[in-house]
Each structure stands twice: as structure tokens, then as C-alpha cells.
């Protein structure tokens, strides 16, 4: 079993940045962990993929973060992080980390709340 801690989340204005990070543990059959993730739920909506980062370093973002959001893994640490600037209320939801080795993990959630 792999375990998943998330920290970082809080609340913060329009236009103001949070890092959020995610430390992988447990028993971890492929390193480093092939795809690290982050996906967020806003309520009332359905979970939805943020970013993305492989064993290879290849990103991919969602349309909606592209360019404010950065995502970035420390494979020594097996720590997957997400830097979020230019925050918007719309951003506002519980941020979920994900990873992917021998089978699909999640992590308990951390709440981002994004005000006007």
C-alpha cells in the first residue's frame, strides 16, 4: 500500500499563490513513481484533472491552470508539489494528489479557498 500526505492548502485572495506538496510513502513497487498527479473538486462538481508530471518529467496541464500553476516532483523525496500563483475564486475546491504505480492512489485532500 502506498500512502499519500498533502499539506500546503489554506486560504488566500484573488491573485495570490499557494504551494501545495504531497509525500508519497509506503510500499512503492516502481521508483521513481511513474506519473504523479494533482486533481481538485469544487463542490457541487465533479473531480477534475489539474496537472500532471511522469517518472520522465513530461507535464500536462489542464486549459484552465495553464500558465498559473506549475507542477514539479523531487524523486529522491517521492514528493510531487504544485505551485499555484495568480489565484482565482474559481481555483477554490479540495486539491487531491494521485499517483500511479501499481495501481491508482489518492491522497486525503486539502482544501483551497480562493476569495474576491
Known amino acids: 500500500q502506498v500512502q499519500l500526505v498533502e499539506s500546503g492548502g489554506g486560504s488566500v485572495q484573488a491573485g495570490g499563490s499557494l504551494r501545495l506538496a504531497c509525500e508519497a510513502s509506503?510500499?512503492?513497487?516502481?521508483?521513481?513513481?511513474?506519473?504523479m498527479a494533482w486533481s481538485r473538486q469544487a463542490p457541487g462538481k465533479s473531480r477534475e484533472s489539474v496537472a500532471t508530471?511522469?517518472?520522465?518529467?513530461?507535464?500536462n496541464y489542464a486549459d484552465a491552470v495553464q500558465g498559473r500553476f506549475t507542477i514539479s516532483r523531487d524523486n529522491a523525496k517521492n514528493m510531487v508539489y504544485l505551485q499555484m500563483d495568480n489565484l482565482k475564486p474559481e481555483d477554490s475546491g479540495v486539491y487531491y494528489c494521485?499517483?500511479?504505480?501499481?495501481?491508482?492512489?489518492w491522497g486525503q485532500g486539502t482544501q483551497v479557498t480562493v476569495s474576491s
Open positions: 494521485k499517483v500511479v504505480t501499481d495501481k491508482l492512489y
Open positions: 509506503g510500499r512503492i513497487d516502481s521508483l521513481p513513481i511513474p506519473i
Open positions: 508530471i511522469t517518472r520522465f518529467d513530461s507535464k
